[in-house]
């Protein structure tokens, strides 16, 4: 028997993308500074992709929206 891997939580996995995005800030805030500017770029638009994609966890409203018969 195989064991089934669950996936985390809605409320836990946008806990953690919100946490991947603040660390990527962090980073490229450092970067920044250091003068590594294509760097920085980049984990900025990492940092955005993970807050943008912790928006959208979790049931969408079409999903919960029973069609008329």
Known sequence: MQATRQAPAPAARREDLLK???????????????????????????SLDCERRAGSVGPQVLQLIKPRN
């Open 20 to 46: 991947e995005a603040d660390s990527h800030a962090a980073a490229a805030e450092s970067a920044a500074a250091s003068g590594e500017i294509e760097i920085a770029a980049r984990l900025i638009l990492q």
